[in-house]
């Protein structure tokens, strides 16, 4: 049985995924295909432009079997820690044989290579990237140029976001110990930064643009046909579109907080407490809160996430626990007929429990503890981790939520409300 | 030399507002008169249409000579915790020896009679007040009704917001052993809670829905010539109107917390902490926030009031120790130059520390700690409660210039940007 797993986002969900879905999936040709997404929360540091359950049907109507949630805790890390949950997904569910991804040089060798050459860093590498981040670089440039140092005959293919993410997947793979086997697909079309509408080949920003610019029925030619039904339906109903800029409030909230309180936050660090601390007090808005903290070490996506990360209480000792000890349950988002096989096959096979009843997710943990007691099964469990990265996803659902455009939809207890997505048709 | 000590909130200063000041100088011909008002937020539970700087502006241009702020821990609270700060400043002052105040019955005998039943409470008085509470009253109700019961024959003179008032004034005025003469005006014109537009007899409220529904220019018959013209500048340079509408936010915000974290806040018992909890994820906006918290015991303006007591971080403890020991300092907000005379004096005679420029307020401390102990004063002063009650005002303007239309003014630091009003002139 082979089962392909992929890492999505799919905000909003477009061609160049659906040629990516089709193009691995005749690569591995798989039994089933497993996604992981994020949820309400997407690594730029942004709110989803629709929420999870939306999203998830669309996927399932594209040829996903089963959609498990991205632990927002990992959701809105750098590519290094959101590769660690979402690989972590992947490989506790125990059955994932195959990971697919994107990526610009389309060489896994040479990714492994380096993945390799990071995981165990030689004196060589380690002295040239302490040097670039004297220089005053970002840790990913200090990383990328120290890499370039090191492998001085393949620099081209390091300065790519998704092989730089494709290294992170690797790095995880090893530090899991899977099994599961890692493959690339040329990447076509967009780049996922590039704002610019070009029709079918149009990039998830360049879609969400359209949309802020209330242009949704441009967007028409550039989303598989469910997308756009969906994103209209959910829409009209006035559960979307979100955009960070409906997220100005955060600056009232920050600036009852001292740099002491942003201290014991994760990723404030190099200045970043101070930053944050200095420009609430001088911005009108969120934009121009996040060009005040700019600053060369500083990534405009480090400083989105770094906001959420003050959202959501993201204290440093967790997520880093997070990132030591993995994701601690599967939530299922959404499964086909054919996904509710696999979770029945899963059952036996996934490392973590499998929660598919928010509400339910204390008693989920009772019972692992009761399996893990009575020695069924061998999983190691962190029982305060699973509690804290659960209620992180579903303290940013309460929160998302807030943000909808109409006020009747704005309630908290999504998790509670929405049931899995089953489409059995 | 005779002073006069008024309560004010000029929120904003009307025709009845000045007809109240005029026939308080008639009555007492003062030398001086001071006035204590509330800083950006008021007692309703509301932000100030515009900020405390305007206000005071508006103030001395109609004839008062010092307006000192009235610590943002008093103004937010129910009709006691409100006097015991404005007349714990006038008191404070050690200047002052007059207050006069507004009073549906205009019986000030009556109002002394109530007051220090109040004080040195009766057996009698205690069992049906207890009654009451048992019955499911608020509290000012249950008290008013005790107060019915108990003093038969006057019924009718409880049951009007002045006169509440003026009796929480005489014994706040008993509590501190103040020497100040309280004296009434009968009220005339509109209720305060008054919103209908009568012209030149318009109530606050009633002008605050009117600047709501873009009709400033229709508010010029109820506005003395000053009011308009500052709060035409302020609106035209896009520091207000400020309304509680805009406080939307806060919902994020307490879905953020756990019951526990409003019960630490003061003013949340009764149960007040289930319902903030549950309305904040149930409801799209504040509107619909206050309407799903509101019971039969809780009033509206306290449940306006528990926003602010959550956003402010007013602990229970701290608001407790400033309803028994009093404001700590005398925050000067803008002085004529009749009002500069009477500062000068004041510094021989002030019972608290005088506040001028705000971002020395440490320094007054060190100072004033200093003169006590040299025995030059004999003021008693609590240094954690001083800069707890400061913070409070700082913290306060800092969340209300983020509200502001005009992105560009929404800066903090109010306090420490402005000068105090000299009108010299």
Known sequence: MRVLGIVVEYNPFHFGHLHHLEEAKKLINPDYVVAVMSGNFCQRGEPAIVNKFARTEIALKNGVDVVFELPVVYAIQDAGGFALGSVGVLDRTGVVTDIVFGSESGDVTFLRKVANLLTNQTPEFEKTFKRHLKMGYSYPNARKYALMDVLSNDVEKLSKSNDILGIEYIKALIKYSSDIQPHVIKRIGADYNDEQFKGKFSSASAVRKAIKENKFEQTKEALPEWTFKILEREFSEGRGPVFLEYFDFVIAM????????????????????????????????????????KAKRFTYSRIRRAIFHVLFDMEKSFVELSNEKGPQ??????????GRELLKAMKKNSKVPIISTASLYR???EEAKKKIAEGKVSWEIDESLYIWQFERDLLASDIYTFLYPNKFQRKAGMDFEYKVIEMLG
Chains 1, 2 share one sequence.
């Open 363 to 365: 008693n989920v943990l």
């Open 329 to 338: 349950y599967l939530r299922v988002l959404g499964f086909t007929k054919r």
């Open 254 to 293: 920050f600036r009852k907080l001292k740099r002491e309180d942003f201290e014991r936050i994760y990723s404030f660090n190099e200045g970043l407490d101070l930053r944050f601390y200095e420009s609430a007090r001088e911005s009108g808005n969120l934009q121009d809160f996040v060009e005040r903290v």
